[in-house]
Structures are given as C-alpha cells and as structure tokens.
C-alpha cells in the first residue's frame, strides 16, 4: 500500500506556492506598480508646491495686463457710468463687512509686508468703494496689486527677543484702510442693487470677482487723532494767560 504524500512534500502549507509560477514576472510586476505610485506621488506634490510657496505669477503681471492699465488709467470712469469689462475706476473706500482691524471708520481691510509675495497679503473678503456717482463691490483684495504708502509697524518676532534682553524692531508694511481714496483697475460687472432714491447710494457692480486686481492709493486722510486716555480731566479750553 502506497503511503500517503506528506503535506510538506507537496508544498500545500507554503502561502508563497501560488507564486510559483510566476518567477521573475512577479517582481517585475511590483517594481512597475511601485514606479507608479511614486510618479503620482511625485506629481502631485510638484502641483502643489509653487501654489503653496507662492511662486506662481499673479495676472496682475502679465505684460498685456501691463499694457492694459496704463490705457485704463488714461480714461477712468465714475462707477454709475461704468460698463462690463476692464474698467478704472477712482474711488474712496467706503465700508466693510469686515475688516482687519482699526476704528470703524478707518478699519484695515488689507495689508501686508513692503516687498513681500503676493501670496503673503491678507485683505477683506468684500469692500464697498463709493465716488459721487454711486458704489461698487470690490472683491478678492488679498490677492490684488497694491501700491500703498510705506508705514512701520512692530516685529512680533523681534519683540520676543526683547523680552528675552534683545531690542524690539520694525518692519515695513503697505495697508489699505478704509478712508482712502483710491484708484481701481479691474473688471467690472454690472449688478444693481438697492431701491434708494438717492442713485449716489445705489450699488452698480462688482470690481474684481475675475481676474486681476490692482489699487492705487491716490489720497489718504490724516490719522485720527487719539481719543484722551479714560480717567483723565482734560481742561477746556479758554483764553490765553
């Protein structure tokens, strides 16, 4: 009587006899499955980083975007009169959902430093520009060109070295604060709104909710003066000794 084969002979517990067959295939199979991984892997990471370091070009500097401005700013337009397209617009920003910060009447709606990427400014979802005609909507300011007066405002970084015995210093930061009167090339899209019989309080269209952005501050009133300190007499004034 013929014994039995033995399960080890016939190699029924090995996980690995299935594969056999395959020899040199089989590693190959997984070295392209690899590469495959890897080139997606390597795509999307190449997608993502100039977006995320900011290197990419902004409209705003296209040379035909150049060309367009300067032939823009040689014919500005009131905005009641403004029509769809490119337009220039000179007007005084006026209100803001919401701001940076800042007294109400003179909140910061954008900012950023002097000389620093693009992708590095921050500014107001939604600011309303007024001229004597009427307002606009101006949208997607944090990622507009703007040129603005040069102001000093305190490092963070460097203040935490003060306190651990280095000195305190400034940087140099451009802002847009509500006030200005400002110069407006973008396009402009005609969306009326508001039953004011007053058409100076009519809101006309929208600045900015597709493609470049660039403000210019033409006029910017003096700082308010700070309020007197709470607790304090100030005395009236009267005629000189």
Known sequence: MTAAPSRDATGDDDPFAVFGGLGPQLGLMLLLAAIAVMVVWLSRRAGKGP????????????????AQVEALRAA?????????????????LSSAPLSLG?????????????????????????????????RAALEHLERA???????????RRGADRGARGGS?????????????????????????????PDPRNLVYGTL??????????????????????ENVDVPAEGPPP
Do not use: Q
Request: glycine residues 10%; contains cysteine.
């Open 51 to 66: 977006r995320g370091r900011g290197k990419r070009r902004p409209g705003w500097a296209d040379p035909e975007w150049r």
């Open 76 to 92: 500005p337009t009131s905005i009641a009169a403004a029509k769809p397209g490119d337009v220039c617009v000179i007007a005084t």
């Open 102 to 134: 800042g007294p109400p009447e003179r909140a910061c709606v954008w900012r950023n430093g002097m000389g620093a990427d693009a992708a590095t400014a921050i500014g107001a979802e939604l600011v309303f520009v007024a001229d004597d005609t009427g």
């Open 145 to 155: 060109r703007v040129i603005a007066p040069p102001e000093s405002a305190p490092d």
């Open 168 to 196: 305190e210093r400034s940087r140099r930061v451009a802002a847009l604060y509500l006030g200005d009167r400002v110069e407006i090339c973008a396009r402009f899209d005609v969306d009326r709104a508001g039953d004011d």
């Open 208 to 229: 900015g909710a597709e493609g470049p952005v660039e403000v210019r501050v033409i006029e910017r009133p003096a700082p308010l003066s700070a309020p007197p300190p």
